[in-house]
Each structure stands twice: as structure tokens, then as C-alpha cells.
């Protein structure tokens, strides 16, 4: 992720951020139930979401042209 995330256009980070997000909630759930393979993945969706969010705002701020 990180070596296309500095080339992503504003709308697919919208849709990737989207994607996300389900991911993170459904390893939330399968973490209550005791279902998950890795457990790790979690933090790394989170970061995923957090990167993603950054370069939204860039976008708002106008310091990332799309």
C-alpha cells in the first residue's frame, strides 16, 4: 500500500477508504468472537484508514494536487 498510496487520486482514496473501514469492522467482530487468523491485520487496516485520511485532508488543504 504504501508504494501506491503517494499516487492515488482523491476519489479512489475515497473508495479505498470505504473498503477499509467494512474490513476494520468485520475484524472487530471476528476479534470478539475469537475467530481471526491475524490478529495483527487489525493494526495495520487502522494505519491503513489513518494514512488514507491524511491524504484526503492533504486534498482539502490543497498541499496534494489530484
Known sequence: MKDK???ITR??????LDEL??????LRFQLVLGHVE???KKRIVRRQIAQ???ILREFELGIRKA
Not at 11 to 16: I, L, N, S, T
Not at 21 to 26: A, F, L
Open 5 to 7: 498510496i503517494t499516487e
Open 11 to 16: 476519489d479512489e482514496a475515497k473508495v479505498k
Open 21 to 26: 473501514k467494512k474490513t476494520y469492522m468485520d
Open 38 to 40: 491475524n490478529p495483527l
Open 52 to 54: 488514507l485520511n491524511t
